[in-house]
């Protein structure tokens, strides 16, 4: 019997998906649940494994190929299994010792593609680690994305990635070494949409500074008894920043809203998206309904959708929606930017660098952590005056925490 591999559901938000890896050839043996391809959409990577015992069959679209929500990508013949090699004796009239021993040897992993998980290829491929020398430490052998990691942080890799990346790069018509690579599904929708931001929205950039003393205060004061209450949980300072936004996106909704074509949508809640660095780019998981969370959940989520992110495996369902979004540019070093604008939202939060900087304070000179905010904003929705008081709210809530728990 034959059974269709086909691609999974896509929702609305994401029309289609490329084929980015098999990793069975037709003619090998597949089990129930066993990863069989990895297609890429504008968002996530998404896993599609056997629906049965069998044999794949055909191969229905490539690597590389455009599919569509429940499209037949494959055929595995159910059941079936797949035919056992050829007899040494007839395979060959003699065989010597030294070519028994090289037929015994087991497979490198670059053989075995099925014992590299989606996340730890994407990373070697990214650092051009040899994954014949890392050891899997997963499922029969399977090689992790920490295992990855564990081999690029040991000082004999340190030079693997400047000798092997040579094998990607070509001489271009001047002669100079030149690599090039095909841009993947999400930096091109990354890319797409920044645009798309730039060109149908009137962006305008409103910046404030913040002394930062008083959280950092909290935070040094409490964050011990904090980590123990709430099993492990640290305290940071994006937990402080949710918690003011939201208080401000309150008293100022239009920052909370959002345009769809004439008309203005004004939200009730507040979905707090939040920027984070992977691998494969830039991706905003959302915080749904924040306003219920305390300072130990927002942590939480914030820490899963990092640890989610750089192993690939957020859902499109985190990453869609959305009312407000926070970007924090400082965990990098940024001093001041101006953050670019996530369509439909019509406002974003840019964090940055927490700098010692001399200010004037009652008259006197003291040397304070104080930190740029910049609020990029849709000028056909909000008024420069709405911008100024909204980032003006926050600097306040946070300079006075004491604020944000008497919601005044």
Do not use: C
Not at 167 to 190: C, D, F, H, Q, W
Not at 204 to 227: A, G, H, Q, S, W
Not at 236 to 251: C, D, T, Y
Not at 318 to 327: H, L, N, P, Q, V
């Amino acid at each position: 019997m034959t059974i269709e591999i086909k691609a999974p559901a896509l929702p609305e938000s994401v029309p289609d998906g490329t084929i980015a890896t098999w990793y069975k050839k037709p003619g090998e043996s597949v089990s129930r649940d066993e990863l069989l391809v990895d297609i890429e959409t504008d968002k996530v990577v998404i896993e599609v494994v056997s629906p049965n015992d069998g044999v794949l069959k055909e191969i229905l679209k490539d690597s590389g190929d455009t599919i569509v929500s429940n499209e037949a990508i494959g055929v595995i013949e159910a059941g079936a299994s797949a035919p056992a090699p050829a007899p040494a004796a007839e395979a060959a009239t003699a065989v010597t010792p030294a070519a028994s021993a090289a037929e015994s040897a087991p497979p490198s992993a670059s053989e075995e593609a099925v014992m590299l998980s989606p996340a730890a290829r994407k990373l070697a491929k990214e650092n051009n680690v040899d994954i014949d020398s890392v050891h899997g430490s997963g499922k029969d052998g399977r090689i992790t994305k920490e295992d990855i990691i564990k081999h690029l942080e040991t000082p004999s890799a340190s030079a693997a990635p400047a000798a092997t990346a040579e094998l990607n790069l070509m001489a271009s018509t001047s002669g100079r070494i030149e690599e090039r690579v095909p841009m993947s599904r999400l930096r091109a929708k990354v890319a797409e949409r920044l645009l798309e931001a730039t060109q149908t929205t009137a962006m305008l950039t409103t910046f404030n500074e913040v002394n930062m003393e008083p959280v950092m205060t909290i935070r040094n004061r409490y964050k011990d008894e904090f980590e123990k209450a709430h099993d492990g949980v640290r305290l940071g300072f994006m937990s402080f920043f949710v918690r003011a936004s939201i208080e401000a996106l309150k008293r100022f909704p239009a920052v909370n809203a959002s345009i769809d074509g004439n008309d203005i949508v004004y939200h009730g809640y507040q979905d707090i998206g939040v920027a984070v660095s992977s691998p494969r780019g830039l991706v905003v998981p959302v915080l749904r309904n924040a306003d219920n969370m305390g300072l130990a959940q927002i942590e939480k989520e914030i820490r899963g959708f990092g640890e989610k992110a750089r192993d690939g495996k957020l859902a499109i369902e985190e990453m869609t929606g959305g009312t407000f979004t926070i970007s924090n540019g400082g965990v990098f070093g940024s001093l001041l930017s101006t953050p670019i604008l996530n369509p439909p939202q019509t406002a974003i939060l840019g964090m940055h660098k927490i700098q010692d900087r001399p200010m004037a304070v009652d008259g006197e000179v003291k040397v304070l952590p104080m930190m740029y905010l910049a609020l990029s904003y849709d000028h056909r929705m909000i008024d420069g005056k709405e911008a100024v008081q909204f980032l003006v709210t926050i600097k306040e809530l946070l300079e006075d925490p004491t604020r944000l728990i008497l919601e005044i």
